[in-house]
C-alpha cells in the first residue's frame, strides 16, 4: 500500500530524511520511533502529499506521487501535530464540512457514527475553541477516519488523550488494521508500539532501521539507542 | 467536475460559517470602513461640488484598505492550526480552494459594501445606488478578491504575512484601483459609456487573468 524508495528530503542546507526505502503492506501497523527532529512528521507528511520528497519515488496504493497525489488523498487519512479544525465551527459542523469536501453518502449518519465513537457525541453542538487538547484530538480523529481511507497516517495519535481515549484509539487502530486497512504511526511510546505494531521502525539520522516486532521493552529501548547512535 | 464545485462551494460555505459564529472579520472591516469614511469626512473640508468629485476616490480607498483586514484574517483562520492542511488532504483540485475562498472573500467585501455605500451617501450627499455604478462595485470587488485572495495564500506561508500582505497586494492593485475609480467617477458624473468602457476593460481583464494565475499556480503557493 505504501511503497518509498530512495526519498531524501532536504529543508535549506539540512538533510532531513536520506535516502531512505519503505514498505507497509495491506493490513499492517507499523510504528515509526525517533527522537525529536528526527523526521518522522517531515516522512508522514510527504506520504500525505502535503509535502514534497526532494528525491525518491512515492507511491501510495499503486499511485505515484505528486502525479496521482489528487486520486490518492481519496485513500488517506491523515492526523498531524494539530488536528486540522476549524475552532469557531461546531464539533458537528467541522465533520459535516470535511464530509462534503469527502463527498460522503449520508454524512449525517456517518458523523453521527463518529462522534459516538470518539465519545464527543454529547458535546456536537459545542465549538471546538472550547474543547480541551484531548477532545480536540478526538474529534481530528474522527476527521481523519470520516471518508474510511485505506492508509491511515497518525502523527503521535495518543498525543493529549486520556486512559479512555488512548484505549479507543488502540481498539480503533487494531479494528482498521483487520479491515485490511494500512497504518503507519509515529509515536515515542515504545510500550504501545510494541502493542500495536507488526513492525517498528526507527528513523534516525535521516535513516531508517527496522526492527522486529517480537521484543522486550528492553530489548527495544536497547536496539533504538543503538539506531540512533548509528546514524548519528 | 461536479466534486469541483461541490468542494468549492463547502468552502464557501465553512467560510461563512466560520464568519457567522466567529463575527470577527466583517465587524473589524466595517467599523474600519466606517472610520475611514468619517475620517476623509472631516480631513477633507471640501465643498458640495468636490465632495462628489472625490467619492469615487474615497470609497475605493476605503475598500481597499478595509479589504485588506479581511483578507489577512481569511487566510489567518486556514493557518492558525494548520486548518489549511485539512484543505490540503482533500482529494480535490487545490485551484477549487482558491475559488472557494476568493467567493468568500469577494461576499465579505460585498457586505461591507453594502452597509458602506448609505453612510456614504448620506455623509457625502451623493446617489450611488446607480445600476452602472452598482455593477463597477461587483467587479471591482471581484478582482481585488482574486488578486488578494492570490496574493494573501503567498503571504501566509511568510512568518510576517500581517505586514507582507499590503506590501504585495497594493503595486499589483493599483491599476484596477485606479481604473475602478475613473469608471465609478465616469457613471457618478454622468459620462457615456464610451469614456468608461476603457477602465472597466481593465477591471475585466483583472478579473479573468487572476482567476486564471489561480488555477494554474495556487498548488504551487500552498505546497510546503
Do not use: C
Request: net charge positive; charged share 20%.
Amino acid at each position: 500500500m505504501i511503497s518509498v524508495s530512495g526519498l531524501s528530503k532536504r529543508y535549506g542546507y539540512r538533510l532531513v530524511l536520506r535516502d531512505l526505502d519503505l514498505r507497509v503492506g495491506r493490513g499492517e501497523i507499523v510504528a515509526l520511533l525517533g527522537p525529536n527532529g528526527a523526521g518522522k512528521s517531515t516522512l508522514l507528511r510527504i506520504l500525505a502529499t502535503l509535502s514534497h520528497p526532494t528525491f525518491g519515488q512515492v507511491e501510495i496504493a499503486g499511485l505515484s506521487l505528486p502525479i496521482h497525489a489528487a486520486s490518492a488523498r481519496g485513500l488517506l487519512g491523515y492526523l498531524g501535530h494539530q488536528p486540522l479544525l476549524y475552532e469557531d465551527l461546531t464539533a458537528e459542523q467541522n465533520l459535516h464540512f470535511f464530509a462534503r469536501l469527502y463527498l460522503i453518502p449520508r454524512a449525517r449518519k456517518r458523523v453521527d457514527e463518529l462522534l459516538d465513537l470518539v465519545g464527543l457525541e454529547s458535546r456536537r453542538t459545542e465549538q471546538a475553541r472550547a474543547f480541551s487538547r484531548g477532545m480536540q484530538q478526538r474529534l481530528g480523529i474522527a476527521r481523519a477516519i470520516l471518508h474510511k481511507p485505506k492508509i491511515l497516517l497518525l502523527d503521535e495519535p495518543h498525543s493529549g488523550l486520556d486512559k479512555s481515549g488512548a484505549e479507543m484509539m488502540d481498539k480503533l487502530l487494531r479494528e482498521t488494521a483487520k479491515k485490511g486497512n494500512t497504518i503507519l504511526f509515529a509515536t515515542h511510546d515504545q510500550h504501545r508500539a510494541l502493542a500495536l505494531a507488526k513492525r517498528i521502525e526507527v528513523l534516525a539520522g535521516g535513516s531508517l532501521v527496522s526492527l522486529g516486532r517480537k521484543l522486550s521493552v528492553a530489548q527495544l529501548s536497547a536496539q533504538y539507542d543503538r539506531a540512533q547512535r548509528a546514524n548519528g | 467536475m461536479v466534486n469541483y464545485f461541490s468542494a468549492l462551494f463547502s468552502i464557501l460555505r465553512k467560510d461563512l460559517a466560520v464568519e457567522w459564529r466567529s463575527r470577527q472579520l466583517l465587524t473589524a472591516m466595517l467599523v474600519f470602513s466606517v472610520l475611514i469614511i468619517l475620517i476623509f469626512n472631516f480631513a477633507l473640508e471640501l465643498d458640495a461640488r468636490l465632495r462628489a468629485e472625490v467619492s469615487a476616490g474615497v470609497l475605493w480607498a476605503t475598500f481597499a484598505f478595509a479589504g485588506t483586514l479581511g483578507l489577512n484574517r481569511s487566510m489567518a483562520i486556514e493557518k492558525e492550526h494548520s486548518s489549511l492542511d485539512g484543505l490540503l488532504l482533500a482529494p480535490v483540485d487545490r485551484s477549487a480552494i482558491y475559488f472557494g475562498k476568493t467567493t468568500a472573500n469577494t461576499v465579505f467585501i460585498l457586505v461591507v459594501e453594502l452597509f458602506t455605500l448609505p453612510i456614504y451617501a448620506v455623509l457625502y450627499n451623493v446617489n450611488l445606488f446607480t445600476p452602472g455604478f452598482l455593477i463597477v462595485i461587483i467587479l471591482g470587488s471581484w478582482a481585488y478578491s482574486a488578486i488578494g485572495t492570490l496574493l494573501a495564500a503567498m503571504a501566509a506561508q511568510a512568518r510576517n504575512r500581517e505586514l507582507l500582505l499590503p506590501v504585495l497586494l497594493f503595486p499589483v492593485l493599483i491599476p484596477v484601483l485606479v481604473a475602478a475609480v475613473r469608471a465609478s467617477t465616469g457613471i457618478l458624473d454622468g459620462l457615456e459609456m464610451v469614456y468608461i468602457w476603457p477602465s472597466l476593460n481593465i477591471i475585466i481583464a483583472y478579473g479573468l487573468i487572476m482567476p486564471v494565475l489561480g488555477y494554474m499556480f495556487f498548488d504551487l503557493i500552498v505546497k510546503d
